[in-house]
Structures are given as structure tokens and as C-alpha cells.
């Protein structure tokens, strides 16, 4: 009965933990440092980068995309 519960306890921490890794926000943090360069921003805290590519006008099915 031990092993069974220990075993049941490691499924549910590990079912747990990776539910919980997925939880990642996306975007900007608040309160980033970010730097200015012509194609986007670069977040300097980790070097990850934001490229703007504007869509100005695509010609949809019924609704355009603007």
C-alpha cells in the first residue's frame, strides 16, 4: 500500500509541475527594459527581440483584414 501511494504522489507532483511549466506569459513584461531599433524592440534583460511587420491591407472572404 506504501509504494502505491508513493507512486501516486510522484504522478501527481509530476502531473503538477509540467502543468504549471506552461503557464508562460507572452509579450512585454511591465516593467521591461527595452531598446528601439528600426525592425522592433529587444528586450535587454534577455535579448529577446519583437519584430513589427505591418500588414496594411490584405483582402479577405467577405471581411477585409486591416
Known amino acids: 500500500m506504501r509504494l502505491v501511494n508513493t507512486r501516486v504522489a510522484l504522478l501527481s507532483f509530476a502531473l503538477g509541475a509540467s502543468l504549471c511549466a ?3 506569459a507572452t ?3 511591465p516593467f ?3 531598446a528601439s531599433i528600426p ?3 529587444i528586450d535587454l534583460a534577455n535579448l529577446n527581440v519583437h519584430i513589427v511587420i505591418p ?4 483582402a479577405g472572404v467577405g471581411i477585409p483584414f486591416d
Do not use: R, Y
Request: net charge neutral; aromatic share 0%; proline share 6%.
Open 55 to 58: 500588414i496594411v491591407h490584405k
Open 22 to 24: 506552461q503557464s508562460v
Open 39 to 41: 525592425e522592433g524592440q
Open 32 to 34: 521591461a527594459t527595452m
Open 27 to 29: 509579450g512585454a513584461p
